[in-house]
Structures are given as C-alpha cells and as structure tokens.
C-alpha cells in the first residue's frame, strides 16, 4: 500500500494525488505507470490511475483499474489471513492487528466512490465512502465526501451524523460549525442549531470578525436571527439582532428581518415607519406595499373589502403617490381593489401616459384586472373614448396638448389585444390591421396579430406573421424565438428546427438546443410530433425535458460546500427547499403528462411486430416491393452516412492539454424509436405517474391521466383512488363526471367475484358508493341526467352527459346527438358595445367535433357541427372558416402563399436560402407589408 512504497515511489504517488487535484491528468498518469513497473499489484495506484482515467472520459478503463485495485487489496489480506491461520494459533488476533495497521486501503475504497459519484451513482457511492470509513474511521476527506452526499440524497439523519463527527475531529473549522447547525436545521431540529451557533459564538474573541470576515459572520448572525424567527422566539430575535446590528454588513437584508419581526411582535407603528424607510429606498418593490397594508390593516388574501377599507386604501395611495411621484406600483396596486367611477379615473390616469410613452407590455400590465368582474367591461368603454378622441381631435378628452401620431397605434394596439382576451377575434384583427396601416415598421404589431390568429384557430397565418415579425429584426431571440413557437404549433417541424438554430452554435446545432435546456422548445416539438402520430420521436423530447429536471437536481451537488464555505446559509437553506419542490413545475408536469399520453398511445396501438411487417409485405406487388425496398436501402445509406461524418468530427478533435478527449456524443437514437421497444408501455408509464402524484397531487390532470393509466391496468382500487381525488378537486368538472360513471359502470359489468381478495375489493366499493353524494340512492342514469339539469347549459357538460349516455345505452346515439347539437351558444352578460361575446370557445368545439366522429361514430353529425363552428369561428382551419387560410380565396391563403417562409407548403431549398441569410439586410428586399 501507500506506506509500503519506497521513497521515490512514495513521492511519485503524491505527485499522482497532486496532479489529480490540479487536474494536470497526463502528468499523474505517467507518475502512476512509473511506479506499476516496478509495483504493478500496487492497489492504491491501481485506483488512483483509475479515477485519473475516469476524468480523461475512459471510463470503462477506469472501472476495471479500481476494481484491481480492490481484488489485489482483497487477495493480499486473505493470503495474509490464510498463512497466520497455518502458521499461528492465535490468527484472529494477529489479523484484527494487521486490519489496525492498514492492511486493507481505504484509499481504493475512497477513490471506487468518487468513480460512483462521477456517475451520479450516489447510493453505491455512500456504500464505498462507508467501506472506507471501517478501515479509517477518523479520515476527514471522506468524512466530508459522504456528508455531501448526504444532504444530496436527503439522508438527513445520517448528515446530522457525519457533521458531529466531522466536528469532533476537527473543532477549530468554522465550517464544521456551521455544517452541524445546518445539519440539524434541515433535519426540523432548529432549536438544537441555535444551540450549537451559539457555542460557536461562544469560541469567538469580543474583536470578531477581522475585516476580510464581516461579510460571512453577518451572514451567519442573519441566519441565526432567522433560526429564532422560525422556532417563534420572536422577542429573543430583535434583542439579537439589535445587538449584532454593528457586525452585519447586509442593512437591507437587516431592515427586512427587522420589519418581519416587528409585525410578528404586533409593534405595527414602528413596522410601519420602516416599511416607509424601505420603500423610500425602492418605491416599486409591492411586498412593501403589502407590508404596509398589513399594519394599517388593510391586507385581503383574496382581495374582497368593504366600501370603508376601499375609502382608507384609496387614501393611503394618493399618500403614497405624493411622497413616490415616479413610482409605476403605487399608481398600478390601486387598480386591483378600486371600483366603479373611481377605478375607471384611476385607471385613466394610469393608462394615458404609458399610451403617449408607448409601452407595448401594457396589455400584459392590465390582463389580471380581466379577472375582477366588470373591470374588463369598463376599460374597453375608457380605451374606446381615448380611440375616438386622439382620432378625432389628436389628443385625449379634457385635455388641450397635442397627442403624437404614435398615440394612436399604440391605443389600436391596446384595443387589439384586449378584443383577443375576451374572444372577439374579428374585431381585434381589424384594430390591429389599422394599427399596421398606420405604422408598418413596428415589429410588436406583427407578434400580436400572429396571436390573435392563434387565438383564432389560424395557426399556419399565425406562423406566417410571426415569421414576418422574426425578419423585421433577425438579431432579435425573442421574435425568433415566438417564430418557432408558433412554427411548432402549426406543425411546421422542419421550418421551425431551421429557424430555431439561427440563434445555437455552429456544429451539432440540434443538440446545441438541449445542451442549452430549451424546455419551450422541446416541449412544443413533442406536442407536434404527438399531434402528427410520431411517437418516437415525441417521446424522445418529452423525456428530454425530464432529463433537464435531472440535470437541474443534480446541479445542486456543488452548493453543499460551497454554500457553507461562504456563509450564504439563509439561500442555501432556501435553495434546498426549492430543489424538494423542483418537481412540481409547470414545464416538468407538462412534460411527464406528455410521456404518460404517448405510453398510453403505445398500449393501446402497440407498433407492428416483423413477422406483420412480413406479411404486409408478402401482400404487396413485386413492383411495390422493389419501390419500398429501395427506399429503406436509401433511408440506410443516408443514416450510414451522416454517423460516418459525426465519426470523422469525433476523430478529428483530438486530446486536449489536460489529456481530456474533446468527443461529441453521437445520438444512436435520433428518432426515438428504441423508446418504442418497451415490453409494458404502462409500467414505464407508472414510473412518471408517480413523480406527478408526489409532486401535482392538486392538478386535474394528474388524477384523470391516474385514472386512464390504472382503469387499462385493471388495478381497480388505485383508479378508485384517482376518481375521488378527481371528486374532491372538482367534482363539477365534465371529465371528473365522466371518470365517475366510467368507473362504476366498469364495476357493474364487471364478473361476480370469486377469490376472497375479489369479495374484498368488491365490499370496499359497495361501501364507498353510498358515501359518494352524485351517486347516493341513485342509478347512473339518474346520476347522469341529475347532472345535466345542473349544467345544461354548458356544452362540455352536455358533450359529457351525451358521452356517457351513449355508454349506458348504445342504443341512444340519436338522442345524444340531438342532446348535443341543442347546445345553446349565448351571448356572455356584459355592459360592453362592438359585437356579443359567446360563451363557446374553439378548444371545446374541435373536442365535440371528435367525440361527434370518433366516439359516437356518426360523420353526419360531425359534418353539420363543423358547418355551425364555422360560421362561429371563421378563422379556424380546423373548421375551415371562411376567412381562414383553410379556404383557398381567402385574404390569409394568398398572406401564407407569398410569406417566404410561413407554410409548410413552400419548398425546403427556398427556405434554406431564406434561413442562411438572416444577419444580413438583403432580407428584408422581399418584405412584404
């Protein structure tokens, strides 16, 4: 082992350790081969030339070398062992005193873990650290390599183990210190991490800290100030941080822990005048406002007041604006709570100068007040008044300056936008139309208008403009980006993955999109390959995104150290909690649906097998087999070819400095079709369902996609499970209606049980019924038609009672169809003027549409509601409106035919021409407004 090395290969093998640490990789290898000449069973430096390996990426030579390294370790101790046993009558003693000395490294053990953890194999990791620690029990580098891993894998319990002994041994490290104290906090033992900062403390000189130092103790007073907070020592927390005031450095961060612990003490009149102090120093910050609210008395969560909290609120803001003339929240927060004649002056106020000043995100600004009833209705009748008067006199009403030119599109703008939140299509592509006649050149109007084609069931237009939009500024991301998007949409993969890849490296610029996690990206590819049928390739993305997440969790690893060493405590702890919510992201829950949809699909229309294949083809003419034969030969070559040139990239790179190889992956399944070949489609499912349910447990679509997933599964209890969670989220909801009558008319026709377990499960869903009210004393029909004298007129609520009538009853296909076809298309209540706003909306219609002609199977019907959504939606390819680009005449049709890249009909060698010269002005020679 290493102590039994002569010197000169002593020192080589801590030049071996040297190298490895300042990654100087060759130069430590060549020190290993040096000694294994002469000492080729020489574990230690076995290991160690492994872990070298494993940086230069031979990872497969790494492994092998570690493991020699442990079997020689492995086979000297048991020779040893065997020869005492021969020679010696008191072998066991003899060998417990050779394991004192040594015997066995813990250095090959050490270095077997790090190979682990450099694969993310944190669990076999652990497992070597710990190995390592029976031989050398006090080692402090491994001490300190298995309490990371700790923290990563929330082994917390174990973390708060290692940190004392890391403590123990080392007591003179602030580090340890601060690592115990954390360990306890995270292990929801923050009374006991008070406890060791204070002993901390107690170590310290009355001069602490040094100068170079005030930053990380600050940081640590803070972080203990918070400890209080949170155990609710709330007075013990001021007198605290009263008393450390001089040593933080952060006085921001000291104010708003300050203010937090005056609310909480109820000293709101010393709260208050601080939040005046904080948001004299940041007058748009609106947790201050909040703050403040909250000590005058004044906070909702909801946002409901009586008119005399309005009256004191209204007062407390025109205060407010006096002392913060230049402050956009104190002018914007009263908007939310003000009503009436009163909103509308305030939101006059408000609206005029950012209409002169031209803020295109004012829509954005305005869109959460369209949830607060009859604000929407009263900022159209104020932004029509603007329109017509800046129209017609060129500046707004009551006042006697000139508005510019601009203030007119800008209002147009507005009002466009506006019109496409609350449905009213038509009118909104007329006032963005005006707005383009009116000032051609400005990019924002081409992105609302492609918007409101999307909006309106245009998606092929809706690329075509987007795309106009991208070519007014071809250095913009953000217009290329919304290209791409609305690319996608419409199913234009190839264009969208071209235009994509203006704005990536040169190279492999398709896995330059994953290397950079562009999770809206490869979300939207998977929606359109989902929507095309390929399912390979739609699987590939989605679990794309899931690697991100992987990625992302694993990024935290080197936080562990680092945040301990700098004393970022109050974010590391924050940091944590996030990753343990990381899951229940919108892009992540979008993305595991995704997967469990195309493993369902999978199951329910598995691929051919070959010996189908064979037989299709055993049908075909000999001509149609020649022409398909020569096509798959074709398809081959080109895949041979392109894995040639990735080969020859690959070889090219060479090693750099660090004898570290420059390799680019090559993807050996770029259409996801190994995704594919999965035994049990809804066991990988299962697997996703999962983090879902750990992570969404109050999302809809967890239970329903639940539900979907156990009912084919015939795991009856678990899907029973799915149908109350659905029950309990919204048991109003059309699809939780659905699942319930699918459900119980599944167990009604289901055979009489017979094992005890059958009788079991049978008993529990007797007696689980009765406590469902919707089915209490009820049959399903009645049940059924109970639910449609709650909602009848709603049309999703009418399209699921026809749905799951047609199940109860085939027989009754006419009657649901009549059912469906009476839907009502009211007019919402509103106070407004320009065009009734109808309640249907185009998602619901195209969902009618399929259960028409799939479910019901009745392509009359289908036809004629495709007839009746078209004259409602005239801008729907799905329905082909007549004004939509669907309709070969129409004003959008002839737009995506002369757009140089807007429709997918276009040929490819035109768009590459068009794509390759984004950057340069000769672009723009063929724009078109």
């Known amino acids: 082992m290493g102590a039994s090395l002569p010197p000169k290969e002593a020192n080589l093998f801590k030049l071996i350790v040297k190298s490895y640490e300042t990654k100087q990789y060759k130069k430590g290898l060549k020190a290993a081969d040096a000694i294994l000449k002469k000492f080729p069973d020489h574990g230690e430096t076995l290991s160690m030339k492994g872990l070298t390996l494993n940086c230069m990426d031979r990872k497969s030579e790494a492994y092998e070398l570690v493991r020699q390294g442990l079997k020689v370790c492995c086979i000297w101790f048991c020779t040893i062992h065997q020869s005492l046993i021969f020679f010696s009558s008191d072998a066991p003693s003899l060998t417990f005193a050779l394991l004192q000395n040594d015997l066995k490294s813990h250095v090959c053990w050490h270095v077997y873990g790090l190979l682990y953890r450099s694969d993310r194999e944190y669990r076999e990791a652990i497992k070597c650290y710990r190995n390592a620690l029976r031989i050398d029990p006090d080692n402090i580098e491994i001490l300190r390599d298995l309490s990371l891993l700790q923290a990563q894998m929330r082994d917390l319990s174990g973390f708060v183990e290692t940190r004392q002994q890391l403590l123990t041994l080392k007591s003179n490290h602030r580090m340890n210190w601060i690592g115990f104290a954390v360990s306890h906090h995270l292990n929801s033992n923050a009374s006991k991490a008070i406890e060791i900062l204070e002993a901390y403390e107690g170590t310290l000189e009355d001069d602490y800290p040094p100068e170079n130092e005030r930053i990380e103790h600050g940081e640590m007073v803070l972080y203990k100030v918070s400890l209080l907070e949170e155990c609710g020592f709330f007075e013990r927390a001021f007198e605290e941080l009263q008393k450390k005031e001089p040593k933080i450095v952060d006085k921001l961060g000291y104010k708003e822990q300050e203010v937090s612990l005056l609310v909480k003490l109820g000293r709101l009149e010393e709260a208050e005048k601080l939040y005046q102090t904080l948001l004299s120093m940041n007058p748009d910050n609106y947790k201050y406002y909040e703050g403040l609210q909250r000590c005058v008395g004044l906070y909702s969560e909801n946002g409901d007041f009586s008119p005399d909290e309005i009256d004191r609120l209204d007062t407390l803001y025109k205060t407010l604006r006096e002392q913060f003339k230049w402050s956009s929240a104190v002018k914007r927060i009263p908007l939310d709570f003000l009503q009436g004649d009163r909103f509308r002056e ?181 929606e359109s390959c989902f929507r095309q049928g390929d399912l390979g390739l739609s699987l590939k993305k989605f679990l794309a995104v899931e690697k991100h997440y992987a990625d992302i969790t694993e990024d935290q690893f080197d936080f562990h150290s680092y945040c301990l060493r700098k004393m970022t405590l109050r974010t590391y702890v924050e940091m944590l909690q996030f990753q343990d919510r990381l899951h229940s992201h919108a892009y992540f829950r979008k993305a595991a649906a995704g997967a469990i949809r195309c493993y369902i699909k999978l199951h329910d229309s598995p691929p051919k097998s070959t010996a189908e294949e064979d037989d299709e083809m055993s049908k075909l003419l000999p001509a149609q087999k020649k022409k398909l034969k020569q096509k798959q030969r074709k398809a081959e070559a080109r895949a041979k070819k392109a894995a040639e040139e990735k080969n020859e990239e690959t070889s090219a790179s060479g090693p750099s400095k660090s004898g570290k190889r420059h390799t680019k992956p090559v993807d050996p399944d770029p259409r996801g079709e190994k995704l594919l070949q999965v035994e049990d489609p809804l066991l990988e499912a299962t697997k996703y369902l999962k983090l879902l349910q750990k992570n969404s447990p109050d999302s809809l679509e967890t239970h329903l996609l639940s539900f979907e997933l156990y009912m084919r599964k015939q795991k009856i209890l678990l899907a029973f499970q799915a149908l109350k969670q659905l029950l309990r989220l919204d048991a109003e909801h059309p699809d939780s209606h659905r699942c319930l009558i699918k459900f119980f008319h599944k167990v009604g026709s289901m055979n009489t049980p017979v094992t005890d377990s059958e009788k079991l499960v049978w008993s529990v869903l007797e007696a689980e019924r009765q406590t469902i009210s919707q089915l209490h004393g009820k049959s399903l029909l009645e049940a059924n038609n109970l639910f449609l004298e709650k909602h009848e007129g709603s049309l999703m609520h009418r399209a699921a009672v026809g749905e799951m009538m047609y199940i109860l009853d085939p027989n009754r296909r006419s009657e649901v169809v009549k059912l469906i076809e009476g839907s009502p298309n009211n007019p919402a209540p509103r106070n407004g003027a320009l065009g009734p706003i109808r309640e249907w909306t185009l998602k619901d219609c195209i969902a009618v549409h399929k259960l028409l002609g799939s479910v019901l199977d009745d392509q009359d019907a289908a036809l004629r509601w495709k007839v009746r959504c078209a004259e409602f939606f005239p801008y729907s390819t799905y329905f082909e409106g007549s004004q939509s680009s669907a309709t070969p005449n129409s004003a959008l049709n002839q737009i995506c035919k002369t757009t140089v890249n807007g429709s997918s009909s276009h040929s490819q060698g035109d768009h590459v021409e068009h794509v390759a010269s984004n950057g340069k002005l000769e672009a723009f020679k063929d724009l078109t407004i």
């Not at 466009?416 to 924002?444: C, F, M």
């Not at 998606?459 to 991301?477: S, V």
């Open 346 to 526: 305030a939101a006059d106020n408000y609206i005029r100068p950012l209409l002169t000043k031209g803020v295109p995100s004012l829509f954005s600004d305005l869109s959460s007040l369209y949830n607060h009833p009859g604000k929407a209705d009263i900022l159209e009748q104020l932004i029509l008044e603007l329109e017509n008067s800046i129209r017609t006199t060129g500046q707004y009403p009551g006042r006697a300056e000139k508005e510019p030119p601009s203030t007119l599109m800008w209002t147009l703008f507005l009002l466009a936008q506006h019109y496409d939140r609350r449905g009213q299509h038509e009118i909104a592509l007329s006032k963005i139309n005006e707005a383009i006649e009116h000032t051609p050149t400005v990019i924002d109007l081409y992105s609302a208008k492609s918007r409101i084609l999307k909006h309106a069931g245009d998606l092929a237009a809706a690329a075509a403009f987007a795309d106009e939009a991208r070519c007014m500024d071809l250095g913009d991301r953000y217009v290329n980006s919304e290209c791409v998007k609305r690319m996608l949409q419409a199913d234009q993969m190839v264009l969208a993955e071209k235009t994509a890849v203006l704005f990536t490296k040169d190279g492999d610029q398709h896995n330059n999109l994953h290397d950079m996690q562009c999770m809206w990206y490869e979300l939207a590819s998977a």
